[in-house]
């Protein structure tokens, strides 16, 4: 089975789960390490254990925010200055994620993440490049070289994913050889860190001030259509798109 499944009972162990009891062969990670990517705070604290550099984050819940909501953004304000990111723990696809650039903002994108998930993460503003690495494989994953996304939005919304064919990819991403090389590095580091196998997609900032390589995410299922950044990295490794996915029910198998 290919899961090509986003988002909740897709990517998140349940659909894995159902395919294990049954014995069926499934791409992609498995139980532990779906669950794992799914809930970016678990990500967060396993990217934390490896050692990567990644974008600070507060957690926010569904329960504390309706108990206090100023103290909640009081805390969000003395540890961040604006703009941050608040994203629901457990969607993918940047479902329920918005850019706040002060209290009113924050206060609404609190309230509009909270109806996806019973727990929010508000992160840092990483000012900087956009670039995704694929990773492909089981105990001895290879990392493809970096694509770079310059959305024509604000920033990389879902709309901006899987409709919006005006948001520009660059393969080989605009950064440096020696960031190249350490995005690819972190990029495997994080999928093993986190137990996956078959593929990945990890996603990082390099900032434009420093130069400095940032983990975002990492998503489990990656998007495969036609404007998809996963297929195309490993097209420019020269791995076409039939012979990925032969790849990939192989390491299923």
Request: hydrophobic content about 35%.
């Given at each position: 089975v290919f899961p090509v499944l986003h988002g909740e009972n897709g990517e998140?162990?349940?659909?894995?789960?159902?395919?294990?009891?049954?014995?069926?062969?499934?791409?992609?990670?498995?139980?532990a390490a779906s669950a794992a990517c799914m809930d970016k705070t678990l990500t967060k604290l396993i990217a934390d254990y490896s050692g990567v550099r990644q974008a600070a984050w507060h957690l926010v819940t569904r329960q504390g925010f309706a108990r206090d909501a100023e103290s909640v953004m009081n805390e969000v304000e003395k540890k961040f200055a604006y703009p941050v990111f608040v994203k629901p723990a457990g969607t993918g696809s940047s479902v329920g994620v918005s850019k706040a650039k002060n209290r009113g903002e924050l206060s609404a994108a609190l309230a509009q993440a909270l109806e996806?998930?019973?727990?929010?993460?508000?992160e840092e503003f990483i000012?900087?490049?956009?670039?995704?690495?694929?990773?492909?494989?089981?105990?001895?994953?290879?990392?493809?070289?970096?694509?770079?996304?310059?959305?024509?939005?604000?920033?990389?919304?879902?709309?901006?994913?899987?409709?919006?064919?005006?948001?520009?990819?660059y393969i080989p991403a605009h950064i440096t050889e020696e960031q190249i090389a350490?995005?690819?590095?972190?990029?495997?580091?994080?999928?093993?860190?986190?137990?996956?196998?078959?593929?990945?997609?990890?996603?990082?900032?390099?900032?434009?001030?420093?130069g400095e390589v940032v983990f975002n995410e990492l998503n489990a299922i990656p998007g495969f259509t036609s404007i998809s950044m996963y297929p195309k990295l490993f097209d420019y490794e020269g791995i076409g798109y039939a012979e990925l996915l032969d790849r990939l029910i192989s390491l299923a198998l």
């Open positions: 998140d162990g349940s659909v894995q789960g159902l395919l294990q009891i049954a014995g069926i062969p499934y791409v992609g990670p498995h139980v996806y998930d019973a727990k929010v993460l508000v000012d900087g490049h956009e670039v995704e690495c694929a990773v492909l494989g089981n105990l001895e994953p290879q990392a493809s070289t970096v694509g770079e996304i310059a959305p024509t939005q604000e920033f990389y919304t879902f709309d901006a994913k899987y409709k919006d064919e005006s948001s520009r990819l350490t995005v690819r590095q972190d990029a495997v580091r994080v999928y093993t860190a986190l137990g996956c196998r078959g593929l990945s997609r990890v996603d990082f900032f390099v900032t434009h001030d420093s």
